[in-house]
């Protein structure tokens, strides 16, 4: 029931497997249903592994989600770490620009 809560929808099976995250052609399709530039699109997620590179490939803000109090991971390359989703929120309404 998220299809309420959201614009769009990208799932990168979809797209390939050669598409998996942390591939940058999910965030540019997500980019593109949305028409939105990367310069004015935040990305959030929890795993470092894969969440961030594509997103910064691409332009995107990235936030790093800091799951059970952990602390910034060692080659996380997120622009931001926060400890919840609330951090988000507080923070973008900071920024116009974002």
Do not use: M
């Not at 029931?1 to 099976?13: G, H, K, T």
């Not at 979809?14 to 249903?33: Q, Y």
């Amino acid at each position: 029931n998220l299809r309420q809560y959201v614009d769009a929808v990208v799932f990168s099976d979809e797209l390939g497997l050669e598409h998996w995250k942390p591939d940058p052609l999910p965030f540019v399709t997500a980019l593109l249903l949305l028409n939105k530039r990367p310069s004015s699109t935040a990305y959030v997620g929890d795993n470092p592994a894969k969440d961030f590179s594509g997103a910064n490939q691409v332009g995107l803000t990235t936030f790093h989600v800091q799951r059970n109090g952990r602390c910034k991971f060692y080659g996380c390359d997120a622009h931001f770490h926060i400890p919840n989703l609330a951090r988000v929120v507080d923070f973008l309404a900071q920024r116009r620009d974002i």
